[in-house]
């Protein structure tokens, strides 16, 4: 797609219709700047598939427009795709000082440290980008170090939130920064990009200070050891829990990868303050005083290698869960691992722990980190957009965030509801959304990145629902008989050794439907193939009322 | 296990531990009474399995002792594994007449209706089995007809509440016997087993009269048609829906197979009154005035193939979803539906209808069918059991019904946290808990009832993730030297066109590591196999990242 025009184009690669992978781009002229690079997860029907990341073919095709890839802040799904996405496009990354440290952990394990060009920004960073200036204001988010970005171009000003909250009584002093957002409205905003994640909800997101409350009064009736899990990210919290074990003369140790590798990096970079003499070995944990440990832990979303849920099981060699220990789950669980919390939180119980779970005001152990509703009007109003576009969600979370424009002012016919790939061009103070640039999902599935496509899936999915059936014979090329087989082989259909009488008669069909064939000289493979799998696949339904994947191998010697 | 002693023994064979796939059985001496027959649905790790059904193994081993199995509602978690289980053992079923009208459908479809001994009860019914006799007393839920049973015994009586709620203003007039239910705990029961499905629910669960009212308000707004989607079982909502049609002059579709179905049933045996001429044919809904039709739907859970998720989806043949349209999903997700119940309603949304989802008291489409916790201490305070053994949920909610337990003064140590296959003895008065009798998950893969066991499905696991490489090589069984092959065929691994060089390569490692061995004289088929396997699964995984299943067959001729 040619893009000579002097317009302003905005476009999501992904983070709309969907929550994760966000990445955005504001393109102007000849110049583009990248936002944000994540990463999701794939659902239960991507068989095999570790990670989904944008499809940045349409980056590629312009790749010497890109003048710069900004992150707003180190989560996953702003910064997993990296080491993916910088293999097919090498950009110069710009970020704070907590999110580059992240970025650098990743760029490293990738080999890609080296070649990628990373620089350090501020909220006070102004950055000219080709016709494009990027300013920034500090906003509040379950990370520290979070920003948003105002591209001041030509056509005007484009405001892109990143995720944010308002905690107006944040932890470590990460105050949203409301004053330079007014001066960003007040100067006037063409189009605002807005995330919509807790669009449905209603009301004021609560602040972190109150889980830091209920964290303190936890450990102060706790007569035994204290395990928390929580995201390894979420450094706020994670000072929260530090502030209450040194409060409750704890020691604090730390479980899990992500948990050790934040809080080194939070620590040496000063957004984490642990008290000298207070971190201690796993190795102690079962040495010590059980009113004098504390621990930290991976696991909060019941993931089975994770450190809690190794706890749960019995199964952490280092640490054992003893009858009375209060466990604390620090976390929602995300849509899709509710089973494995579940899971998690019954085998804690079985072990005799107290558990506090649950988000609801009862035990207030989470809140999110997004805006809810009146924060989102609270954004909208500072900001006061011509055009709006919800970005960050799902269909319905966009479509809500729409409704919340409306209600404060926005014209309908002003809000964008996009899908990934639609981009929106203003030009002369007047947007259009009419054509699309490639965009999608490219999967990430061991080494390979975007080798494996529909058909592999659909087998997959096929071989996962009843297995396969490798049926293998050797036929005389010169006097047609058959020298060899035909030789049955499961795999996840039946359990041969309790099915010998079903492969037995398998076998049977295979060969007299060969004969036969031969006999009426059908000779192609192809034909024989097929008439194995038919005749076959027809005697298998009726037998076990299963379609296992058929695979004939015809031989002829 | 032989059990000819006069003692009572009280066991689950499904339901503790987990949601779904209810199965209780009261024996005395040699009088067996089973309670309920469910099924429940695999969770993402069984691949390929339809159902899970309880291991009847010690009903079977002692068939000639069960007397009835009595069933106290028509909730698949308490029918959905007739139709496999009388298979397996032929047992009188007795059942409330809207119950049995569902059963009886099951057991036609089964062909297992004529075989099928099935004994009308209500709540007045007594039933003498053995030493065991039987009385009911009403209860309520979110299907009509439900009971609570109270078995006698020379022992004392043993009280099953089934799933039940209190709702004190209930639609069609099912409201619980309060009156029966004290006058039984004023006899004195010794044993009490309740649900606990909501044990982890404060306060006491809305009445289904709400959920009518604020169908009726939606009802009366829409300008256009309203769709409604529900579980087609939850009558007394399907009752609401018809009086809220017939008040705003609506007639009625009805879509979806169990829809009409239930509809069907409920009608006929009197639970559901629909006005004279109030249905229509789906065909009809296109053609009518959109303020004077209504349609009611199956897919509440985002099935993809019923009917809500069709019309979500525009690929329903009769009826189609106009902009402005209201539909209302008058359920909640049940755990692991949500991301089907997401995409339904973002497709509803992107066709422009407005769609009223979310159990919250904002849109309140939605209660519960199930006890809260004031509900659970009104049971336990009505039948004030010596001994208490929670039933029906996982073991949280077991856990935490055993609190509430404490809480209205059972003694602690007769609250019994089971799992399924763990017996409870009772004798002269003395409860223990130290045998178990065989009980687990049976699992149904098309027509087989427990065929597949562990090794399929982890075959199927494996085959899942990264697929599967068949390599075939045929060898002269005189010269040793290879004669045709290696061939190799990919399923679910790569894309075969666009892995020939992968796969060619493949094929190369493969002759060479089969050449060599026979240069060194090792000819046995098994070590072959083994350093194939090895070989290639090494080169695939450094190549890949990935470790299919590699099948070698190697043939002599």
Chains 1, 2 share one sequence.
């Not at 199964?315 to 899971?343: F, H, K, L, W």
């Not at 019954?346 to 005001?361: C, F, Q």
Request: aromatic fraction near 6%; charge should be negative.
């Amino acid at each position: 797609m040619s893009h000579t025009e002097n317009k302003l184009s905005v476009f999501a690669l992904g983070g709309v219709g969907e929550i994760g992978k966000n990445m955005y781009a504001i393109q102007y002229a000849d110049d583009i700047v990248v936002i944000d690079c994540g990463s999701k997860f794939p659902d239960e029907s991507l068989l095999g598939i570790d990670l989904i990341i944008p499809d940045i073919t349409y980056l590629i095709e312009n790749s010497q427009k890109v003048r710069a890839l900004i992150i707003t802040h180190g989560h996953e799904d702003h910064i997993g795709g990296l080491p993916y996405i910088l293999k097919q496009l090498n950009m110069p990354v710009y970020a704070t000082r907590l999110t580059l440290g992240l970025i650098e952990g990743k760029l490293k394990e990738a080999g890609l440290l080296a070649d990628t060009e990373r620089i350090l920004i501020t909220s006070d960073s102004k950055l000219t980008l080709g016709s494009i200036t990027a300013t920034f204001f500090k906003t509040n988010h379950s990370i520290p170090d979070c920003l948003g970005v105002v591209f001041h171009t030509p056509e005007g000003n484009v405001v892109h939130t990143g995720d944010f909250k308002f905690d107006l009584t944040p932890v470590n002093e990460q105050y949203p920064d409301l004053h330079r957002m007014a001066e960003i409205g007040r100067n006037g905003v063409l189009a605002l990009l807005s995330e919509s994640t807790n669009a449905e909800r209603p009301g004021f997101t609560p602040s972190e200070r109150i889980v830091g409350e209920h964290i303190m009064e936890a450990f102060i009736k706790a007569k035994q050891r204290v395990f928390l899990s929580t995201f390894a990210s979420n450094v706020h919290r994670l000072q929260q829990v530090v502030d209450a074990a040194h409060l409750t003369n704890r020691k604090l140790a730390l479980l899990g990868r992500s948990m050790v590798n934040v809080v080194k990096i939070a620590s040496e970079l000063g957004y984490l303050t642990i008290p000298e003499g207070m971190l201690v070995e796993a190795g102690e944990v079962n040495r010590m005083a059980p009113e004098r440990i504390a621990v930290l832990c991976t696991g909060s979303q019941g993931e089975p290698m994770a450190a809690l849920s190794r706890l749960a099981s019995n199964s952490y060699r280092q640490v054992d869960i003893m009858a009375g220990d209060t466990v604390i789950m620090a976390a929602s669980p995300i849509p899709g691992n509710e089973r494995n919390v579940s899971r998690t939180i019954d085998n804690l119980l079985r072990l005799g722990a107290k558990v506090i779970y649950g988000s609801g005001s009862v035990t207030g152990m989470h809140v999110s980190g997004h805006a809810s509703q009146e924060e989102l009007k609270l954004m909208l109003t500072l900001m006061k957009p011509t055009y709006f576009i919800p970005i960050h969600g799902e269909f319905r979370m966009l479509h809500h965030h729409g409704l919340l424009a409306e209600a404060v002012g926005v014209e309908p016919g002003n809000i964008f509801i996009l899908n990934n790939g639609d981009v929106v061009d203003i030009e002369q103070g007047a947007a259009r959304q009419t054509r699309k640039v490639i965009a999608g999902n490219t999967l990430v599935d061991g080494w390979g990145i975007g080798d494996v496509g529909n058909i592999v899936l659909r087998d997959r999915k096929h071989l996962s629902e009843d297995g396969i059936l490798v049926v293998v014979i050797t036929l005389s090329k010169t006097e047609g008989r058959i020298l060899s087989g035909p030789d049955i082989i499961s795999r996840g259909f039946v359990y041969v050794r309790e099915s010998e009488g079903l492969l037995d008669e398998a076998g049977r069909i295979v060969a007299d439907t060969i004969t036969k064939l031969q006999t009426e000289n059908v000779n192609q493979w192809s034909s024989l193939k097929i008439s194995v799998k038919e005749t076959l696949g027809r005697f298998l339904y009726e037998k076990t009322g299963r379609r296992p994947v058929i695979l004939p191998i015809i031989m002829e010697i």
